[in-house]
């Protein structure tokens, strides 16, 4: 078997298509890691050839050898699935943490996302929380970057009305979700301040920009980011419908989390 006809690979091509037909992916915008299962991997790639070595901002040590498909820096989703080899990477951390091997794909001198810090403190804030953690997803949700403009962006407020437009959301993010100042992205910066909201929500807003996902696995994440991206289209349209005229109430949101058997985010119901 190849790395292409592998389920994981096929399965981060097509979710990157799926984030595109959504519109999450603008141009460039998004991008996506998976952290991979070393035994998986080294059965399909021979990964003694090193395609070539690319340095980092960022010491990721802590992930020293660990493999990862990353998107490529200034490529189209939209092109992921037709060409997956000029626009997403097989790299490996090396021992020192500053650079990272490529084993197959950018071609044509491409490289992997200008995120890749970011994405990179996030797998290790994650990693420390949950042993299963796998993948960080970033794109340009385009209702729920809306609502940073129009919103208050306080984290328990942003969370509660995201939580009253779907019944369905306290259930799949019981630990709402954070928010981050607008910073310049790229930078250690915000990547260390993604990464310290990490330790304990897996959704973090960046204002005026868009949001950063993880979870266990892609349909997790990308499920995670669609049901919060829904939640916001809903309040769009609430809105413009004329705003709030009855909702779920506290005690609802309680009763779903008691039969649902998940702990909402302490503080954040009355
Ligand atoms: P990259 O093309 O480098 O992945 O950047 C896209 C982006 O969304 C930056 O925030
Ligand atoms: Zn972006």
């Excluded at 979710?15 to 952290?35: F, P, V």
């Excluded at 690319?54 to 189209?76: H, N, Q, R, W």
């Excluded at 699935?81 to 097989?90: H, Q, T, V, Y």
Aim: charged share 25%; hydrophobic share 40%; glycine share 8%.
């Amino acid at each position: 078997m190849t790395l292409q006809e592998t389920n994981f690979f096929k399965e981060f091509c097509n979710t990157a298509n799926n984030m595109y037909q959504h519109g999450w992916d603008e141009r460039n915008g998004g991008n996506i890691t998976l952290l991979l299962d070393k035994k998986e991997i080294e059965a399909v790639s021979d990964v003694t050839k090193v395609k070539r070595s690319i340095p980092m901002i960022f010491d990721a040590s802590e992930l020293a050898g660990e493999y990862f498909l990353v998107t490529g820096s200034g490529k189209y989703f939209k092109n992921i699935k037709e060409a997956p080899e000029k626009n997403i990477g097989l790299i490996r951390v090396q021992e020192n943490g500053k650079n990272i091997d490529l084993l197959w794909g950018l071609e044509d001198g491409a490289v992997p996302t200008s995120e890749l810090p970011s994405h990179f403190m996030s797998h290790i804030a994650r990693l420390k929380v949950d042993d299963k953690h796998r993948v960080v997803m970033h794109c340009h949700a385009t209702h729920f970057l809306a609502m940073t403009f129009t919103h208050d962006l306080s984290e328990r407020e942003l969370t509660r009305t995201l939580w009253q437009m779907c019944t369905e959301c306290l259930v799949v993010f019981p630990e709402g979700v954070s928010v981050i100042p607008w910073m310049v992205p790229g930078t250690n910066q915000i990547g260390e301040a993604t990464a310290e909201k990490m330790a304990d929500t897996r959704l973090i807003v960046w204002p005026f920009h868009g949001v950063y996902g993880t979870g266990r696995d892609l349909d997790e994440t990308f499920g995670l980011i669609e049901t919060a991206e829904k939640a916001a289209e809903v309040y769009t349209f609430v809105q413009a419908q004329g705003g709030v005229k009855q909702c779920i109430t506290d005690q609802d949101l309680l009763d779903l989390a008691d039969a649902f058997g998940v702990t909402p985010k302490a503080g954040y119901l009355n």
